[in-house]
């Protein structure tokens, strides 16, 4: 659903929230379109940026990009993240937010995604060494509609599952068959050799929901702000009419 306002909402400041039986059972999901044009209420992004950012810490983001560098720097580079322009190489036509909210008075956001329908400049830009998967077989035919998702990221445990359940199911809803990529760290920092990581939670994670890494890229220091650079996986799950999985 498409919600033309919400209440005013906040994100806990807490790292993780728990939540009770009857809390869960409450949880709903909001969806909001947003293009340069008509873009989401400014108070949804600034929500979005507030959950995403609460999301994105802890020791293992502190060590790769330190304490004072955040997934969003403000409403503006969510804007630009939604929407890229033709001349930044986007194709101007937006994307959606998700997020699944605890109503209340003030509610709280717990779980955030973006869907847009370009994938300019989620890669990170130029790459050290690239390497296909030699593991991942295409499918015979590619649906035509192709989305991107991009910072997904909870402040409760296990809720980036279910938002992805949601997230699928919304746009099976808008297009029967569909390919929905990403971009994912496999592993933080470039070893010699361009070994494929072997154990990366990510990656594990993302297999587990029917997404398939398609390519590796090993990103020199400094991309997104990182000190180390790391390894980034292509990622793509594909859904056909029916409900099957390519």
Not at 7 to 15: D, N, W
Not at 128 to 151: D, E, K, Q
Request: charged share 15%; aromatic share 12%.
């Amino acid at each position: 659903m498409t919600l033309a306002s919400t209440p005013t909402t906040a994100v806990s400041s807490k790292t993780y929230v728990h939540l009770s039986p009857s809390e869960l059972a409450s949880l709903q999901l909001r969806v909001y379109r947003h293009t340069s044009r008509e873009p989401a209420p400014e108070s949804v992004l600034q929500t979005f940026v507030d959950l995403i950012n609460a999301s994105f810490t802890g020791p293992y983001h502190d060590e790769n990009f330190g304490r004072d560098q955040p997934r969003y720097r403000g409403v503006e580079t969510l804007r630009e993240d939604l929407d890229q322009p033709c001349e930044r190489g986007g194709e101007g036509k937006g994307g959606w937010v998700f997020m699944l909210v605890l109503p209340s008075e003030v509610e709280k956001a717990v779980a955030g995604a973006k869907v847009t329908l370009s994938g300019a400049r989620m890669d990170g830009g130029a790459s050290i060494h690239t390497l296909p998967n030699p593991r991942f077989t295409p499918p015979a035919r590619y649906p035509s509609s192709v989305y991107y998702l991009g910072a997904l990221g909870t402040v409760t445990p296990g809720f980036g599952t279910l938002l992805l359940t949601h997230i699928k199911h919304f746009l099976s809803r808008h297009t029967p068959s569909y390919v929905l990529g990403a971009y994912t760290i496999a592993e933080w920092g470039i070893n010699a050799q361009f070994s494929i990581p072997q154990e990366s939670p990510l990656v594990r994670f993302f297999a587990k929901q029917g997404f398939e890494v398609v390519e590796y890229a090993w990103k020199p220091k400094g991309t997104w702000g990182s000190f180390y650079g790391g390894c980034l996986c292509s990622i793509e799950y594909v859904h056909v009419a029916g409900g099957a999985d390519a």
